[in-house]
C-alpha cells in the first residue's frame, strides 16, 4: 500500500486539438496529479532526496504538456503519465481538464482520468 501525493489545479496554456483554430490559438488545460509514492524514508531522513520533488515534476509536467501539439486529450495525458512514472512512484493518475473544448452546448468542464502504473 501506498501513500498518495496530489498535485492539483495545474494550469498550462497549449496549442493542442483536432481543429485549426485550437492549434493556433491555444487554450488552457487544468492538469490533476495523484501520485503513489512510498513516503517513510522521506518522513524518517527528512530528505527531499527520498521522495518526489513535486516542483521539479510539475515543471517537466509543464514542458511536456507545452510542446508537441496533439490532436487528443488521451494521448496528452498518456504523454503526462509517462513524465510522472519516470519519477519514483508506483503509480499515477492523471486528468486533464479541457474547460474551454469546441463544444456547443454550455457545459462546466471535459475532464479525462486515466490511471498508470509500473507494474
Known sequence: MTDQLAVRGIEIHAHHGVFDFER???QVFVIDLLLGIETRPAAAADDLALTVDYGTL???VRTAVENDPVDLIET?????ADVC???DVDWVEVTVHKPN??????FSDVA???RRSRA
Not at 76 to 80: E, F, K, P, S, T
Not at 101 to 106: K, L
Open 58 to 60: 510539475v515543471d517537466e
Open 24 to 26: 493556433r490559438d491555444g
Open 85 to 87: 512514472l519516470k519519477a
Open 112 to 114: 479525462l482520468t486515466i
Open 76 to 80: 496528452l495525458a498518456q504523454r503526462i
Open 101 to 106: 473544448a469546441p463544444i456547443t452546448t454550455t
